[in-house]
């Protein structure tokens, strides 16, 4: 099967830093990938995305890097606050069907 | 409101005894999905369907079985739960599978004794 990872299982940073999540993904035929972030209780909720033929795409606060030679994938978060704490998942598309990685918790200290 | 519905959120029940959680969304999407989710494994897709009557096995579709009637809904079917099975599912749609990002329901936790 597809194997998506993190570098990082628990990520903590200061309240007003920016913060980087990465990913290493396995297919290099994967054309989508997409970040998400879930909140404890809740289900995985849409940051932002990407597709194959770019390698960066910015959102409000968030920025998401494709380096498809290496196979890497990492989300870039702005001036951090404390509602970013949660655990944050990268996600690829290899036809059909999505892989995610095992994800990455983001603390976020005052 | 756009939504993604999964019903119980929450089951506790025993080997062997067939269950069905329901998925259901208002948005009109013809992607739809179930995955699992684990502690370590994140979530791994269980069964997709691309429309009505079209659904595909995803990377763990072993003791499931899913089904697509309507466009609204996707319920998931555990005919004979067994206790590795126990785990938090989620169900999630979107418009086209193509650079569309799924939406998700909140969740659905089984416990299979």
């Known amino acids: 099967g597809e194997s998506v990872g993190l570098h990082l299982p628990t990520l903590s940073v200061q309240e007003g830093d920016n913060s980087i999540i990465n990913c290493a993904y396995s297919n290099s035929a994967s054309d989508y990938f997409i970040w998400y972030k879930q909140e404890s209780g809740k289900g995985p909720q849409f940051i932002i995305d990407i597709r194959s033929n770019m390698d960066k795409r910015q959102g409000q606060r968030v920025t998401v890097l494709l380096n498809k030679t290496v196979k890497h994938l990492s989300l870039q978060i702005a001036a951090t606050q404390p509602g970013d704490s949660a655990v944050y998942f990268c996600a690829e598309r290899n036809l059909n069907k999505f892989y995610f990685g095992s994800g990455t918790k983001l603390n976020v200290k005052p | 409101e756009a939504q993604v519905t999964q019903n119980p959120r929450y089951l506790i029940t025993v080997t062997g005894k067939k269950l069905t959680v329901t998925c259901s969304q208002n948005m009109n999407h013809e992607y739809m999905s179930w995955y699992r989710q684990d502690p370590g494994l994140g979530l791994r897709q269980i069964y997709y369907?691309?429309?009505?009557?079209?659904?595909d096995k995803g990377d763990v579709p072993e003791g499931y079985k899913v089904s697509r009637k309507e466009k609204r809904n996707f319920p998931l079917i555990l005919e004979s739960p067994s206790p590795n099975q126990t785990s938090l599912y989620f169900c999630a749609s979107s418009n086209r599978v193509n650079n569309q990002p799924q939406h998700f329901g909140d969740g659905t936790r089984l416990s299979i004794l």
């Open positions: 369907s691309m429309n009505v009557e079209v659904t």
